[in-house]
């Protein structure tokens, strides 16, 4: 059976707005290099409303920020301010340290917005884990489209059916935007490593076996997409890595001492700043369990 496991999301609401948490899980913890996946709404927010991430620190991991509609300003501890538009990536490597807010950018707070997008980490591999901190942003115009007969792919992150995304990471990756036509099926390569495949909307299978909408849906050995409905779906994953990763609120680390650490210095305020903003998310000091702290949005 092609498809090994299924895990379904969690709703979260966050006052008004949806957050489904995939990853991580009781069930698994991570997905080739990814740690975390969260599918953000669909939500309308009405005019004057919209998202308010203060302040927040990362370390030992890369953010990814995708998304289907709406916006949202990012700001950060190196000084970076940009808006996300749909179809373009956010990458933040937090390395040995980042802060960074995300907000609903004003244009779109003051009309009102439909919202809805992934937000999604990587772990870092050991040797790149103290990186310094770094941003990146990719235009929706520079990701490789892949059309095959009844499919089209956006490559955000590695390389797939022969495009290669701009986005550099140092461990093996795949992460696309697919688009599938009713009756068209999709190649899953093996070599890719773990492989996930999130459905949108849409119905479809996997060598038979279905697929819903809003559960991950873990894919072993060679395996064929098939849609039966037009299909929007999430392909994501890459090489696991040989440690295991300890997350706890937005921290990733192979050890536990740098977990604490990383604590510490956040109660200190020993974290750089985001230039401009006072604000800040404390750290939690009662965990809940298994799952991560997260303070977004």
Known sequence: M??????????????????????????????????????????????????????????????????????????????????????????????????????????????????????SWVALPVAHAEDAPAFVHHPADTLPVVGLPGARLT????TMFGATSPVRFPHPIIYAELHLRAGASLALDPAWGEIGVYPITGAAHVDGSALTPGSLAVVEGAATLTANT???????????????????????????DRITQAETDWRAGDFPQVPGETEFIPLPETPPKPQPRVDYP
């Open 230 to 256: 037009p299909l929007h779906a999430m392909i994501l994953g890459g090489a696991p890595f040989a440690e295991p990763r300890i997350i706890e609120w937005n921290f990733v680390s192979h050890s536990r």
């Open 155 to 158: 490559i955000i992150a590695g």
């Open 2 to 119: 092609p498809i090994i496991q299924t895990i379904t999301g969690r709703s979260r609401d966050l006052g008004g707005f949806s957050v489904s948490r995939v990853l991580p899980a009781p069930a698994r913890r991570t997905l080739g290099p990814f740690v975390f996946f969260d599918e953000m709404g669909p939500a309308d927010f009405p005019a004057g409303q919209g998202i308010d991430v203060r302040p927040h620190p990362h370390i030992g991991l890369a953010t990814v920020t995708y998304l289907f509609a709406g916006g949202l300003t990012h700001r950060d501890s190196l000084g970076t301010v940009i808006d996300i538009a749909p179809g373009a990536v956010n990458w933040m490597t937090a390395g040995r340290g980042i802060t960074h807010s995300e907000r609903s950018p004003t244009a779109l707070r003051e009309a009102g917005h439909h919202m809805h997008g992934i937000q």
